[in-house]
């Protein structure tokens, strides 16, 4: 059985804790790299010169860097939260709220 109060207590230290958090992720073997805040917010956007010239390969790298960069998060998110969620709640896709 889980503890309601300690799990509140968690989330509200983790969303601290996320608010100083940034994860990088890379796309496009490296050449685009989107950095995201813990709260999944864009902080920057790196882009291989050489890839403006590829419309599709920087589009795709874009997406792949953003998915790499949110997966890389959930997982923070997951490590730090220890699987104490209940698998019920509403909205939390993964228990984590991030999705």
Do not use: C, Y
């Amino acid at each position: 059985m889980w503890n309601f109060l300690k799990v509140v207590e968690k989330m509200q230290a983790l969303a601290q804790e996320l608010a100083q958090t940034t994860v990088t992720g890379e796309g496009a073997a490296g050449k685009v790299r989107i950095v995201l805040s813990g709260h999944q917010q864009v902080q920057a956007v790196h882009i291989d010169p050489a890839l403006l010239q590829e419309p599709q390969k920087l589009e795709e790298g874009i997406a792949q860097a953003f998915h790499d960069a949110r997966d890389k998060l959930q997982n923070l998110v997951m490590e730090k939260l220890g699987g104490e969620l209940p698998p019920f709640l509403p909205g939390l896709p993964g228990n984590i709220g991030l999705g």
